[in-house]
T-cell receptor
Framework: AQTVTQSQPEMSVQEAETVTLSCTYD???????LFWYKQPPSRQMILVIR??????QNATENRFSVNFQKAAKSFSLKISDSQLGDTAMYFC?????????????FGKGTKLTVNP | EPEVTQTPSHQVTQMGQEVILRCVPI?????FYWYRQILGQKVEFLVS????????KSEIFDDQFSVERPDGSNFTLKIRSTKLEDSAMYFC???????????FGSGTQLSVL
């Protein structure tokens, strides 16, 4: 079974600074997808970024980028130029690449607070 | 961007009562899911549904739970006899094909008193 571990329950950062959220996972699969989801106080699940394990290039989406280390099974999220609206819970998630109705396996989340 | 719609946004019920949570997935999607999040905890998979049958279910999804896609547009989660520990946010999600982007609804907060 796959597991996802987020070792930082809470983090804070000053507005405009850079912050990195950690995530490690355990799997015996060779092909899979990794995700970061943002959950603001409204509790909606918002996809931040997605990484395909067979792609060596790290995914980026504007101010959000990942550091994907497949051998180390590590998938960290870097948020540059942090904004007050980035304050939220961030969940790392794993999905097998089998096609079909694969489920997401989530970590416990990191609560990020951006301070003015 | 298309949306997954969930109703109601908040439902309060008495312990032992039946509840039905409703979802309208995106119209051309084929794979449907329910996830649950107890307040302050991680999001947990409940069940996946494809081709009018359950593909996979978790240990949480016991005999008290059932899912249905009665009319080709709605996707429902029924809890037959609610317990206090069923209080949680329930998210519906859908996708067009396997491993495509998963679209989440905005959730139904279920409170069991």
């Amino acid at each position: 079974a796959q597991t996802v571990t987020q070792s930082q329950p809470e983090m804070s950062v000053q507005e405009a600074e850079t912050v990195t959220l950690s995530c490690t996972y355990d799997t015996s699969e060779s092909n899979y997808y990794l995700f970061w989801y943002k959950q603001p106080p409204s509790r909606q699940m918002i996809l931040v970024i997605r990484q395909e394990a067979y792609k060596q290039q790290n995914a980026t989406e504007n101010r959000f980028s990942v550091n994907f280390q497949k051998a180390a099974k590590s998938f960290s999220l870097k948020i540059s130029d942090s904004q007050l609206g980035d304050t939220a819970m961030y969940f790392c998630a794993f999905e097998r690449s089998q096609g079909g109705s694969e489920k997401l396996v989530f970590g416990k989340g990191t609560k990020l607070t951006v301070n003015p | 961007e298309p949306e997954v719609t969930q109703t109601p946004s908040h439902q309060v019920t008495q312990m032992g009562q039946e509840v039905i949570l409703r979802c309208v997935p995106i119209s051309n999607h084929l794979y449907f899911y329910w996830y649950r999040q107890i307040l302050g905890q991680k999001v947990e998979f409940l069940v996946s549904f494809y081709n009018n049958e359950i593909s996979e279910k978790s240990e949480i999804f016991d005999d008290q739970f059932s899912v249905e896609r009665p009319d080709g547009s709605n996707f429902t989660l029924k809890i037959r006899s609610t317990k206090l520990e069923d209080s949680a946010m329930y998210f519906c999600a859908s996708r067009g094909r396997g491993n495509e982007k998963l679209f989440f609804g905005s959730g139904t907060q279920l409170s069991v008193l």
